[in-house]
């Protein structure tokens, strides 16, 4: 069996295990005590009303999906830190004076297909440094911009005021004009 699918076989089974462990402890531990309040339904602090099949308050929707919007994408900061740090470390000129073993693993980590002993230019690893960072920005700055939008719109304000929906609302409607009516009428003069 190749080490790798072993070390994934390992790691799931440690994983099942813990989770298992944990709840078969608390099922043993913790009191049971069943009340009819208890096994009432309970949903983000929202009282149930009616049956299951009513419209749900949108909020918790927008919430959640901003929510999983935000965090994949800030997973991805963490592996580019990750690379980034390496290409930093090879751009620095000191790099270049370290013992061929730590100076090929440092490429290795980089360039798996990279054979030892194989030299890289600081300059060029600085270049790449510096477009890394731009990609970044530019992959942070379209994060800022959805953000900045959403909380203009109120998407992020759980308890919206209602005068201010109302203002906005009667901003969009023109006031009704004087001479509005029938044009057979406005002509007649009536």
Known sequence: MPTLLSYVL???????????????????IRPSKPDPEKATIYECGEPTVGTAWIQF?????VIALLFVIFDVDLVLFF???????????LADPVTQQLPASQHD??????????????LVNPASANVV??????DMAVFFGVLLVGFAYLWKRGDLNWIRSTAAERTSVELAIPPPSVTSGTPALVEAGV
């Open 10 to 28: 390992l790691f799931v089974l440690v994983g099942a295990g813990f989770i298992l462990m944990n709840l078969l402890v608390g099922k043993l």
């Open 57 to 61: 308050d949108l909020r918790f929707y």
């Open 79 to 89: 592996p580019w830190a990750v690379v980034y740090g390496k290409v930093n470390a």
């Open 105 to 118: 693993a440092l490429v290795q980590a980089l360039m798996p297909d990279a054979g030892p002993g194989t």
């Open 129 to 134: 440094a510096w477009v890394a960072l731009a």
